[in-house]
């Protein structure tokens, strides 16, 4: 599969910005997985969800609702906030 905009360096380019931000004291908030791992809602087009059933060119710069853009934007807000985020322990 030929890769014509280079994605496949995006994973790489992210980690060595991440790390660069934060040896000079930055925090970082990682928002490449949420949205690779919810891939299946970015099915918009020009005109609304219903111009899918048309002839219509895709548009890839909107995603579905709820989805990573209502994810990250909890994220920002627990960010600014001063939230922790704590993974729940397993139960034995």
Not at 18 to 45: K, T
Not at 59 to 83: W, Y
Request: charge should be positive; include cysteine; proline fraction near 9%.
């Amino acid at each position: 599969m030929h890769d014509r905009f280079g994605w496949r360096h995006v994973p790489k380019m992210n980690e060595q910005a991440a790390h660069l931000f934060a040896a000079r004291g930055h925090q970082v908030l990682h928002a490449y997985m949420p949205y690779m791992l919810r891939a299946d809602s970015h099915i918009g087009a020009r005109g609304g969800w219903h111009s899918l059933q048309k002839n219509t060119t895709p548009d890839c710069l909107h995603h579905c609702l709820p989805g990573p853009p209502r994810m990250m934007a909890l994220a920002v807000a627990q960010f600014v906030l001063g939230v922790e985020h704590h993974q729940p322990k397993p139960t034995a």
